[in-house]
Protein backbone atom coordinates (compact mmCIF):
# COMPACT_ATOMS: atom_id res chain seq x y z
CA UNK A 1 0.00 0.00 0.00
CA UNK A 2 1.09 3.78 -0.61
CA UNK A 3 2.64 5.41 2.19
CA UNK A 4 1.12 6.93 4.79
CA UNK A 5 1.32 10.72 4.88
CA UNK A 6 -0.26 13.27 7.36
CA UNK A 7 -3.30 15.04 5.94
CA UNK A 8 -2.98 18.33 3.98
CA UNK A 9 -3.04 21.43 6.15
CA UNK A 10 -5.95 24.02 5.68
CA UNK A 11 -2.93 26.31 4.85
CA UNK A 12 -2.17 24.31 1.64
CA UNK A 13 -5.61 25.02 0.13
CA UNK A 14 -5.32 28.51 0.52
CA UNK A 15 -2.29 28.55 -0.44
CA UNK A 16 -3.13 26.58 -3.96
CA UNK A 17 -6.21 28.83 -4.54
CA UNK A 18 -3.74 32.17 -3.98
CA UNK A 19 -1.94 30.99 -6.74
CA UNK A 20 -4.65 29.73 -9.00
CA UNK A 21 -5.97 33.22 -8.45
CA UNK A 22 -3.05 35.04 -9.58
CA UNK A 23 -2.61 32.60 -13.03
CA UNK A 24 -6.00 33.82 -13.61
CA UNK A 25 -6.03 37.37 -13.83
CA UNK A 26 -2.56 37.26 -15.31
CA UNK A 27 -4.42 35.35 -18.07
CA UNK A 28 -7.10 38.21 -18.15
CA UNK A 29 -9.49 35.92 -16.48
CA UNK A 30 -11.79 37.67 -14.50
CA UNK A 31 -13.42 37.05 -10.98
CA UNK A 32 -16.03 34.92 -11.54
CA UNK A 33 -13.68 32.23 -13.30
CA UNK A 34 -11.44 32.19 -10.02
CA UNK A 35 -15.49 31.87 -7.72
CA UNK A 36 -15.53 28.74 -9.92
CA UNK A 37 -12.30 27.50 -9.86
CA UNK A 38 -11.64 27.71 -6.49
CA UNK A 39 -13.24 24.61 -5.13
CA UNK A 40 -14.79 21.31 -6.24
CA UNK A 41 -17.89 21.27 -8.41
CA UNK A 42 -19.73 18.80 -6.36
CA UNK A 43 -18.09 16.75 -3.01
CA UNK A 44 -20.20 13.81 -1.94
CA UNK A 45 -20.07 12.58 1.97
CA UNK A 46 -21.13 8.99 1.58
CA UNK A 47 -21.43 6.31 5.13
CA UNK A 48 -20.32 2.61 4.27
CA UNK A 49 -21.73 0.03 6.60
CA UNK A 50 -18.84 -2.57 6.88
CA UNK A 51 -18.93 -6.07 8.86
CA UNK A 52 -16.04 -6.11 10.83
CA UNK A 53 -14.07 -9.95 11.30
CA UNK A 54 -15.66 -9.71 15.11
CA UNK A 55 -19.72 -9.62 13.56
CA UNK A 56 -20.05 -6.29 15.01
CA UNK A 57 -21.28 -2.97 12.12
CA UNK A 58 -18.86 -0.24 11.37
CA UNK A 59 -19.81 2.62 9.58
CA UNK A 60 -17.12 4.57 7.42
CA UNK A 61 -17.52 8.30 6.35
CA UNK A 62 -16.01 8.85 3.22
CA UNK A 63 -15.78 11.83 0.41
CA UNK A 64 -15.31 11.94 -3.48
CA UNK A 65 -14.33 15.48 -4.86
CA UNK A 66 -14.82 16.02 -8.82
CA UNK A 67 -13.29 19.41 -9.18
CA UNK A 68 -14.66 20.16 -12.55
CA UNK A 69 -15.64 18.45 -15.51
CA UNK A 70 -15.02 21.05 -18.15
CA UNK A 71 -12.95 19.50 -20.34
CA UNK A 72 -13.98 15.68 -19.56
CA UNK A 73 -14.43 13.34 -16.62
CA UNK A 74 -12.63 13.81 -13.37
CA UNK A 75 -9.73 11.71 -12.63
CA UNK A 76 -7.82 11.45 -8.97
CA UNK A 77 -6.88 8.72 -6.34
CA UNK A 78 -8.69 7.07 -3.43
CA UNK A 79 -6.82 7.18 -0.46
CA UNK A 80 -7.64 4.69 3.06
CA UNK A 81 -6.08 7.01 5.89
CA UNK A 82 -7.76 8.30 9.84
CA UNK A 83 -7.18 11.77 8.75
CA UNK A 84 -8.75 12.11 5.52
CA UNK A 85 -10.66 15.10 5.44
CA UNK A 86 -13.13 16.60 3.26
CA UNK A 87 -10.94 19.50 2.57
CA UNK A 88 -7.82 17.76 2.15
CA UNK A 89 -9.57 15.74 -0.52
CA UNK A 90 -11.22 18.85 -2.22
CA UNK A 91 -7.60 20.50 -2.46
CA UNK A 92 -6.43 17.10 -4.26
CA UNK A 93 -8.77 17.06 -6.38
CA UNK A 94 -7.97 20.60 -6.96
CA UNK A 95 -3.75 20.00 -8.15
CA UNK A 96 -5.08 16.66 -9.64
CA UNK A 97 -7.03 19.64 -12.55
CA UNK A 98 -3.53 21.60 -12.80
CA UNK A 99 -1.54 18.36 -13.23
CA UNK A 100 -3.99 16.99 -16.00
CA UNK A 101 -3.71 20.39 -17.60
CA UNK A 102 -0.28 20.75 -18.00
CA UNK A 103 -0.19 17.39 -19.80
CA UNK A 104 -3.33 18.39 -21.78
CA UNK A 105 -4.89 15.27 -20.72
CA UNK A 106 -8.85 14.89 -21.35
CA UNK A 107 -9.73 15.16 -17.80
CA UNK A 108 -10.74 17.46 -14.77
CA UNK A 109 -8.81 16.87 -11.51
CA UNK A 110 -11.26 14.29 -8.45
CA UNK A 111 -10.47 12.84 -5.80
CA UNK A 112 -11.66 10.57 -3.11
CA UNK A 113 -10.55 9.19 0.44
CA UNK A 114 -12.12 6.94 3.68
CA UNK A 115 -11.56 7.71 7.16
CA UNK A 116 -10.20 4.59 8.39
CA UNK A 117 -6.82 3.41 9.22
CA UNK A 118 -6.18 -0.02 6.85
CA UNK A 119 -3.16 -1.30 9.08
CA UNK A 120 -5.70 -2.32 11.94
CA UNK A 121 -7.63 -4.11 9.64
CA UNK A 122 -8.15 -7.23 7.97
CA UNK A 123 -7.74 -7.86 4.20
CA UNK A 124 -11.40 -9.29 4.24
CA UNK A 125 -12.44 -6.33 6.08
CA UNK A 126 -10.43 -3.43 3.72
CA UNK A 127 -11.99 -5.36 0.60
CA UNK A 128 -15.50 -5.09 1.79
CA UNK A 129 -14.33 -1.36 3.21
CA UNK A 130 -13.47 -1.07 -0.33
CA UNK A 131 -16.72 -2.96 -2.37
CA UNK A 132 -19.30 -0.44 -0.34
CA UNK A 133 -16.96 2.98 -1.23
CA UNK A 134 -17.81 1.88 -4.88
CA UNK A 135 -21.37 0.89 -3.93
CA UNK A 136 -22.12 4.51 -2.32
CA UNK A 137 -20.54 6.58 -5.21
CA UNK A 138 -21.39 4.27 -8.33
CA UNK A 139 -24.63 6.96 -9.62
CA UNK A 140 -21.01 9.82 -10.25
CA UNK A 141 -17.98 8.16 -11.44
CA UNK A 142 -17.65 5.75 -14.20
CA UNK A 143 -14.72 5.45 -17.41
CA UNK A 144 -16.56 8.39 -18.84
CA UNK A 145 -17.80 10.10 -15.67
CA UNK A 146 -14.84 9.65 -12.65
CA UNK A 147 -12.05 7.15 -12.80
CA UNK A 148 -10.41 6.66 -9.36
CA UNK A 149 -7.00 5.38 -8.99
CA UNK A 150 -4.57 4.06 -5.94
CA UNK A 151 -3.44 6.78 -3.68
CA UNK A 152 -1.99 6.53 0.02
CA UNK A 153 -2.86 3.26 2.07
CA UNK A 154 -4.28 2.04 -1.65
CA UNK A 155 -2.83 -0.41 -4.10
CA UNK A 156 -3.94 -2.44 -7.41
CA UNK A 157 -5.43 -5.07 -5.33
CA UNK A 158 -7.84 -2.43 -3.47
CA UNK A 159 -8.19 -1.63 -7.35
CA UNK A 160 -8.96 -4.45 -8.68
CA UNK A 161 -11.69 -5.02 -5.72
CA UNK A 162 -13.58 -1.71 -6.86
CA UNK A 163 -13.22 -2.82 -10.56
CA UNK A 164 -15.04 -6.61 -9.84
CA UNK A 165 -17.72 -4.32 -7.50
CA UNK A 166 -18.56 -1.99 -10.05
CA UNK A 167 -18.74 -4.14 -13.11
CA UNK A 168 -21.13 -6.43 -10.70
CA UNK A 169 -23.37 -3.16 -10.15
CA UNK A 170 -22.83 -2.33 -14.43
CA UNK A 171 -23.39 -5.52 -14.93
CA UNK A 172 -20.77 -5.76 -17.83
CA UNK A 173 -17.04 -5.74 -16.99
CA UNK A 174 -15.34 -2.34 -17.31
CA UNK A 175 -11.81 -2.08 -17.20
CA UNK A 176 -11.49 1.41 -18.01
CA UNK A 177 -13.46 2.57 -14.68
CA UNK A 178 -10.81 2.73 -12.82
CA UNK A 179 -6.67 3.09 -13.55
CA UNK A 180 -4.04 1.53 -11.15
CA UNK A 181 -5.25 -2.05 -11.49
CA UNK A 182 -3.24 -5.38 -11.82
CA UNK A 183 -1.67 -6.13 -15.03
CA UNK A 184 -3.58 -8.95 -15.89
CA UNK A 185 -7.38 -7.31 -15.36
CA UNK A 186 -6.66 -4.27 -17.45
CA UNK A 187 -3.46 -2.57 -16.10
CA UNK A 188 -0.60 -0.44 -17.54
CA UNK A 189 2.89 -1.87 -18.15
CA UNK A 190 5.14 1.28 -16.52
CA UNK A 191 2.40 2.21 -13.70
CA UNK A 192 4.48 1.09 -10.51
CA UNK A 193 7.68 3.54 -11.64
CA UNK A 194 5.64 6.24 -13.93
CA UNK A 195 5.81 9.18 -10.57
CA UNK A 196 9.65 8.52 -10.25
CA UNK A 197 10.66 8.16 -14.18
CA UNK A 198 8.27 11.63 -14.14
CA UNK A 199 10.67 13.02 -11.76
CA UNK A 200 13.86 12.04 -12.98
CA UNK A 201 12.63 13.12 -16.21
CA UNK A 202 12.36 16.99 -14.98
CA UNK A 203 15.63 16.74 -13.12
CA UNK A 204 16.94 15.88 -16.49
CA UNK A 205 15.38 18.34 -18.51
CA UNK A 206 15.53 21.44 -15.75
CA UNK A 207 19.41 20.22 -14.94
CA UNK A 208 19.98 21.20 -19.02
CA UNK A 209 18.36 24.28 -19.02
CA UNK A 210 20.77 25.25 -15.92
CA UNK A 211 23.42 24.34 -17.85
CA UNK A 212 23.95 21.21 -15.96
CA UNK A 213 24.58 17.64 -16.95
CA UNK A 214 23.21 14.49 -15.64
CA UNK A 215 25.28 12.21 -15.31
CA UNK A 216 28.10 13.30 -12.01
CA UNK A 217 25.14 15.58 -10.91
CA UNK A 218 24.59 15.10 -7.25
CA UNK A 219 21.48 14.38 -5.85
CA UNK A 220 19.75 14.35 -2.43
CA UNK A 221 16.53 12.47 -2.18
CA UNK A 222 14.34 13.07 0.62
CA UNK A 223 11.88 10.39 1.44
CA UNK A 224 12.52 6.71 0.40
CA UNK A 225 8.92 5.27 -0.11
CA UNK A 226 7.93 3.90 -3.52
CA UNK A 227 8.50 7.50 -5.48
CA UNK A 228 11.74 8.03 -3.66
CA UNK A 229 12.91 4.85 -3.75
CA UNK A 230 12.49 3.79 -7.73
CA UNK A 231 14.08 7.59 -8.23
CA UNK A 232 17.07 6.99 -6.61
CA UNK A 233 17.69 3.64 -8.66
CA UNK A 234 16.70 5.18 -12.22
CA UNK A 235 18.89 8.32 -11.47
CA UNK A 236 21.86 5.95 -10.27
CA UNK A 237 21.36 3.97 -13.41
CA UNK A 238 21.53 7.13 -15.90
CA UNK A 239 25.01 8.33 -13.93
CA UNK A 240 23.63 10.88 -11.51
CA UNK A 241 25.52 10.90 -7.96
CA UNK A 242 22.66 9.77 -5.01
CA UNK A 243 24.61 11.81 -2.37
CA UNK A 244 21.94 11.33 0.17
CA UNK A 245 18.89 9.72 1.15
CA UNK A 246 16.13 9.94 4.11
CA UNK A 247 13.15 8.31 5.34
CA UNK A 248 11.00 8.72 8.95
CA UNK A 249 14.33 7.85 10.66
CA UNK A 250 16.91 10.08 9.61
CA UNK A 251 18.65 11.09 6.73
CA UNK A 252 22.27 9.67 5.31
CA UNK A 253 24.62 11.41 3.52
CA UNK A 254 28.06 10.38 1.36
CA UNK A 255 29.38 13.24 -0.90
CA UNK A 256 31.10 10.71 -3.01
CA UNK A 257 27.96 8.77 -3.58
CA UNK A 258 25.64 5.99 -2.41
CA UNK A 259 25.37 2.75 -2.47
CA UNK A 260 21.88 2.41 -4.34
CA UNK A 261 21.36 -0.97 -5.20
CA UNK A 262 22.64 -1.91 -1.38
CA UNK A 263 20.41 0.25 -0.01
CA UNK A 264 17.44 -0.57 -2.17
CA UNK A 265 17.86 -4.60 -1.25
CA UNK A 266 17.85 -3.52 2.53
CA UNK A 267 14.80 -1.25 2.37
CA UNK A 268 11.98 -2.88 4.19
CA UNK A 269 7.86 -2.29 2.98
CA UNK A 270 7.77 1.41 4.66
CA UNK A 271 10.13 2.54 3.19
CA UNK A 272 12.44 2.49 5.90
CA UNK A 273 16.77 1.83 5.66
CA UNK A 274 18.80 4.75 7.67
CA UNK A 275 17.70 3.19 10.64
CA UNK A 276 20.35 0.37 10.01
CA UNK A 277 23.35 3.02 9.83
CA UNK A 278 24.32 4.58 13.33
CA UNK A 279 25.02 7.62 11.54
CA UNK A 280 22.30 9.42 11.06
CA UNK A 281 21.18 13.03 10.12
CA UNK A 282 18.19 14.81 11.56
CA UNK A 283 15.71 15.59 9.00
CA UNK A 284 16.59 19.44 9.23
CA UNK A 285 20.25 18.82 8.98
CA UNK A 286 19.68 16.79 6.13
CA UNK A 287 17.80 19.16 3.89
CA UNK A 288 20.45 21.55 4.43
CA UNK A 289 23.87 19.66 2.95
CA UNK A 290 25.97 20.40 -0.08
CA UNK A 291 24.23 18.95 -3.63
CA UNK A 292 23.06 19.80 -6.78
CA UNK A 293 19.57 18.83 -6.66
CA UNK A 294 17.21 18.64 -3.47
CA UNK A 295 14.54 16.02 -4.60
CA UNK A 296 11.65 16.51 -1.39
CA UNK A 297 9.83 13.06 -2.19
CA UNK A 298 7.95 12.98 1.60
CA UNK A 299 5.60 15.44 3.27
CA UNK A 300 4.62 18.99 2.90
CA UNK A 301 6.06 22.18 4.03
CA UNK A 302 9.74 20.63 4.52
CA UNK A 303 10.71 23.93 2.78
CA UNK A 304 10.16 27.31 4.78
CA UNK A 305 11.43 30.16 5.30
CA UNK A 306 12.80 29.24 8.55
CA UNK A 307 15.54 27.14 6.51
CA UNK A 308 15.07 27.88 3.07
CA UNK A 309 18.24 30.46 3.33
CA UNK A 310 20.48 27.23 3.90
CA UNK A 311 19.54 25.15 1.26
CA UNK A 312 22.87 24.48 -0.77
CA UNK A 313 21.17 23.01 -3.61
CA UNK A 314 20.68 24.65 -7.06
CA UNK A 315 17.48 23.20 -8.47
CA UNK A 316 14.67 21.74 -6.48
CA UNK A 317 12.47 19.26 -8.04
CA UNK A 318 9.31 18.54 -6.15
CA UNK A 319 8.32 14.79 -6.38
CA UNK A 320 5.97 15.46 -2.84
CA UNK A 321 2.94 17.34 -3.32
CA UNK A 322 3.36 20.78 -1.20
CA UNK A 323 6.69 20.43 0.42
CA UNK A 324 7.59 24.32 -0.10
CA UNK A 325 6.01 26.78 1.47
CA UNK A 326 4.61 29.78 -1.38
CA UNK A 327 7.50 32.69 0.40
CA UNK A 328 9.91 30.17 0.20
CA UNK A 329 9.64 28.90 -3.31
CA UNK A 330 9.38 33.37 -3.86
CA UNK A 331 13.08 33.45 -1.81
CA UNK A 332 14.37 30.39 -3.63
CA UNK A 333 13.37 32.26 -7.09
CA UNK A 334 15.10 35.51 -6.13
CA UNK A 335 18.57 33.63 -4.93
CA UNK A 336 17.95 32.13 -8.47
CA UNK A 337 17.59 28.56 -7.14
CA UNK A 338 15.04 26.94 -10.11
CA UNK A 339 12.16 25.19 -8.11
CA UNK A 340 10.64 22.84 -10.52
CA UNK A 341 6.76 22.70 -8.56
CA UNK A 342 4.82 19.26 -7.51
CA UNK A 343 1.87 19.70 -10.15
CA UNK A 344 4.58 19.40 -12.97
CA UNK A 345 7.15 17.11 -11.63
CA UNK A 346 5.30 14.50 -10.15
CA UNK A 347 2.91 13.94 -12.50
CA UNK A 348 3.90 10.94 -14.12
CA UNK A 349 1.81 8.95 -12.50
CA UNK A 350 -2.05 10.34 -13.47
CA UNK A 351 0.12 10.35 -17.33
CA UNK A 352 0.47 6.79 -17.20
CA UNK A 353 -3.16 6.41 -15.51
CA UNK A 354 -4.35 8.14 -18.38
CA UNK A 355 -2.52 5.62 -20.57
CA UNK A 356 -4.00 2.88 -19.20
CA UNK A 357 -7.94 4.33 -19.51
CA UNK A 358 -6.72 4.81 -23.31
CA UNK A 359 -5.73 1.11 -23.70
CA UNK A 360 -8.71 -0.18 -21.54
CA UNK A 361 -11.13 1.44 -23.54
CA UNK A 362 -9.36 0.70 -27.31
CA UNK A 363 -8.64 -3.06 -25.96
CA UNK A 364 -5.02 -2.64 -27.12
CA UNK A 365 -1.85 -2.59 -24.67
CA UNK A 366 1.22 -1.48 -24.88
CA UNK A 367 4.75 -2.41 -23.69
CA UNK A 368 6.77 -0.64 -20.99
CA UNK A 369 9.09 0.59 -23.54
CA UNK A 370 5.96 1.98 -25.36
CA UNK A 371 4.39 3.44 -22.35
CA UNK A 372 7.86 4.93 -20.92
CA UNK A 373 8.57 6.68 -24.40
CA UNK A 374 5.43 8.14 -24.35
CA UNK A 375 5.46 9.48 -20.81
CA UNK A 376 8.94 11.20 -21.51
CA UNK A 377 7.42 12.68 -24.93
CA UNK A 378 4.39 14.37 -22.36
CA UNK A 379 7.04 14.90 -19.25
CA UNK A 380 9.82 16.58 -21.81
CA UNK A 381 7.03 19.17 -23.72
CA UNK A 382 5.46 19.81 -20.42
CA UNK A 383 8.97 20.75 -18.61
CA UNK A 384 9.58 23.15 -21.23
CA UNK A 385 6.76 24.81 -21.75
CA UNK A 386 6.25 25.64 -18.21
CA UNK A 387 10.39 26.32 -17.94
CA UNK A 388 10.12 28.63 -21.36
CA UNK A 389 6.69 30.44 -19.63
CA UNK A 390 8.41 30.69 -16.16
CA UNK A 391 11.23 32.60 -18.11
CA UNK A 392 9.77 34.93 -20.66
CA UNK A 393 6.95 36.26 -18.34
CA UNK A 394 10.10 36.58 -15.42
CA UNK A 395 7.88 34.49 -13.04
CA UNK A 396 8.49 31.86 -10.49
CA UNK A 397 7.90 28.41 -12.53
CA UNK A 398 4.90 27.40 -9.59
CA UNK A 399 2.93 30.47 -11.22
CA UNK A 400 4.02 29.41 -15.10
CA UNK A 401 2.37 25.97 -14.51
CA UNK A 402 -0.37 27.00 -12.67
CA UNK A 403 -1.20 29.54 -15.94
CA UNK A 404 -0.43 26.11 -18.32
CA UNK A 405 -2.64 24.27 -15.88
CA UNK A 406 -5.70 26.51 -15.29
CA UNK A 407 -6.24 28.08 -18.90
CA UNK A 408 -7.47 24.54 -20.29
CA UNK A 409 -10.66 24.83 -17.42
CA UNK A 410 -11.09 28.37 -17.64
CA UNK A 411 -11.43 28.46 -21.48
CA UNK A 412 -13.82 25.69 -21.54
CA UNK A 413 -15.79 26.53 -19.00
CA UNK A 414 -16.57 30.11 -21.36
CA UNK A 415 -17.15 28.81 -24.33
CA UNK A 416 -19.52 26.40 -22.35
CA UNK A 417 -21.20 29.13 -21.36
CA UNK A 418 -20.93 28.26 -17.40
CA UNK A 419 -19.33 31.86 -16.96
Not at 21 to 44: D, N
Not at 205 to 232: D, P, R, T, W, Y
Amino acid sequence: MGAGRPPLSEGVLAATQKVIHEALERLGYGESYFELLKEPLRLLTVRIPVRMDDGQVKVFTGYRAQHTDAVGPTKGGIRFHPSVTAEEVSALSLWMTLKCGIFDLPYGGGKGGIICDPRTMSLGEVERLARGYVRAISQIVGPNKDIPAPDVYTNAQIMAWMLDEYSRIREYDSPGFITGKPLVIGGSQGREKATSLGVAISIREAAAQQGMALKGLKVCIQGFGNVGSHLAEILDQWGAIVVGISDVHGGIYDEKGLDIPYLLDRRDSFGSVTNLFSKRLTNADYLVQPCDVLVPAALENQITLENVDRIQAKLIVEAANGPTTLEASDRLHERGVLVVPDVLANAGGVTVSYFEWVQNNQGYYWTEEEVNRKLESKMVEAVQKVLSLAKSRGITPRLAAYMVGVQKYAEASRLRGWV
